[in-house]
């Protein structure tokens, strides 16, 4: 059974850098395109960043120049790296996993998902 844990949220300050981490289990990483999704309180999921199977990236126009994903295929754990952080960052943040998605990386119907993990920037 498939499992995505999500790790490394906080609290930080505006201007602060933060990496979110997401290990994945039971299943072949390196067959699935991995996303990062953000979900504030009575809102719907919105799009940050995706990485393709074979290493291509994709980012929301929000976060573009700001946020970095990567992926270990060796360690099973896909990354975001967040830097100059807004208080419009702050959200919960979702890993998911898709076997072999090719398009329409921010439409948040990916196959597995994590359970979240906490981002708060303060201004």
């Known amino acids: 059974q498939a499992q995505l844990v999500e790790s490394g949220g906080g609290s930080v300050q505006a201007g602060d850098s933060l990496r979110v981490s997401c290990v994945v289990s039971?299943?072949?990483?390196?067959?699935?395109?991995l996303g990062w999704f953000r979900q504030v309180p009575g809102k719907e999921h919105v799009f940050v960043a995706a990485?393709?199977?074979?290493?291509?990236?994709y980012y929301a126009d929000s976060v573009k120049g700001r946020f970095t994903i990567s992926r270990d295929n060796a360690k099973n754990t896909m990354y975001l790296q967040m830097s100059n952080l807004k208080p419009d960052d702050t959200a919960v943040y979702y890993c998911?996993?898709?076997?072999?998605?090719?398009?329409?990386?921010?439409?948040?119907?990916?196959?597995?998902w994590g359970q979240g993990t906490q981002v708060t920037v303060s201004s």
């Open positions: 039971g299943l072949v990483f390196a067959d699935y395109s």
């Open positions: 998911a996993a898709d076997i072999l998605r090719a398009s329409d990386f921010h439409i948040p119907n990916y196959d597995y």
């Open positions: 990485i393709r199977w074979n290493g291509g990236t």
